[in-house]
């Protein structure tokens, strides 16, 4: 059985508030001049009118305003019969919404897999979660602050609301299934109990985190996080670079992030399928077949090798870092991937 839900229309509360407002006015100004009632009197006789509440005539009518009474019980009754239809229309409506909106989520979130968890939506949360999408990486985000749900419900990313340090929370947000986490809540206390929770329950998860002070950092990787970052840390770098080396910064300005350009700096991993798997560089063609330079190579032991040699070998599980046009970065990644 399908349930269509369309958005609540306002404009019908707003309306039914305006009738009932008009018939209370109509009511009271009758009331007042036909029986010469005061004001509070009139407002009073109005109310238990149109409601039909039974207290009976605060003082004896005339036949004018018995006329008048009868004309305005029916006008009332209609109006507020309209008025309260549309609120509890409105109340059922919400209430489907929600519980057909959690369904809805549970079934994402159970569809989930090799995502990653973002444990905070703020100025940081929300800049890595619309560049995972971009880039077809399924993400999900837990935060405390439920106004974030249709924010998120709109750009479609699925949410939880909650706090991350729970592990019922974590594990509602399918993190036996998880890729990686990012710990990026505005405390350095909550992210490292969040990365130790997170740990316990999957050892294999890649976590990356955030810190404010540097000597929480070592705390953090010692509590379970692959990776840290410190963004003030980044940023004071960035802003020196800029006035050190400005060129230098407008390149890595426009390889990392600007997407207009053509030139792009890329990670590529070597699979044993490839054709180039245990070949030379100088060998591989790469810079004379298409055009790209080969920056750095990270052995599958970690180790980074800056600015390779011309025989330096190409081996399954290394990860190239590339720069050059993205039709040949991506022809590039076919070979490495072994399906070209």
């Not at 290394?318 to 076919?334: F, P, Q, S, Y």
């Amino acid at each position: 059985m399908n349930i269509a839900l369309y958005p609540f229309d306002s404009k019908k509360i707003l309306r039914g508030l305006v009738l009932l407002a008009l018939v209370l006015t109509t009511g009271t100004l009758g009331y007042m001049i036909i029986e010469g009632w005061k004001f509070l009197e009139a407002l009073y006789m109005t109310v238990i009118t149109i409601t039909t509440v039974g207290y009976g005539e605060i003082r004896p009518l005339s036949e004018n305003g018995r006329v008048f009474s009868i004309f305005l019980i029916f006008m009332g009754i209609g109006i507020i019969a309209y008025f309260m239809g549309m609120v509890a229309q409105a109340m059922v409506e919400f209430q489907l919404r929600d519980i057909l909106g959690r369904r809805k989520l549970d079934r994402q979130i159970r569809k989930l897999k090799g995502h990653y968890i973002i444990c905070g939506y703020g100025r940081i949360g929300r800049i890595i979660a619309h560049e995972l999408k971009a880039n077809e990486i399924p993400v999900l985000v837990i935060d405390k602050d439920e106004g974030l749900r249709e924010i998120l419900e709109a750009e479609g990313i699925p949410f939880l609301k909650g706090d991350a340090t729970s592990e019922e929370i974590l594990i509602q947000a399918g993190i036996e299934k998880a890729r990686g986490l990012v710990a990026v809540v505005s405390s350095d206390s909550d992210n490292l109990f969040i990365i130790l929770t997170a740990r316990g329950l999957n050892p294999d998860l890649f976590i990356l985190s955030r810190a404010d002070e540097e000597q929480t950092q070592k705390k953090l990787m010692r509590a379970g996080a692959n990776r840290v970052v410190l963004p003030y840390l980044i940023g004071g770098h960035k802003m020196a670079q800029t006035i050190i080396r400005p060129a230098v910064d407008d390149f890595l300005e426009l390889t990392v992030q600007d997407e207009s350009i053509e030139l792009q700096l890329e990670q590529l991993r070597v699979s044993e399928k490839s054709r180039l798997n245990g070949v030379t560089l100088l060998d591989s063609g790469i810079r004379q077949e298409m055009n790209v330079i080969i920056v750095a190579i990270r052995k599958a032991d970690g180790t980074m090798l800056f600015n390779p040699s011309s025989s330096a070998k190409i081996e399954a599980g290394d990860t190239l870092i590339a720069l050059g046009h993205g039709n040949d970065l991506e022809r590039l990644a076919k070979i490495l991937d072994g399906r070209a």
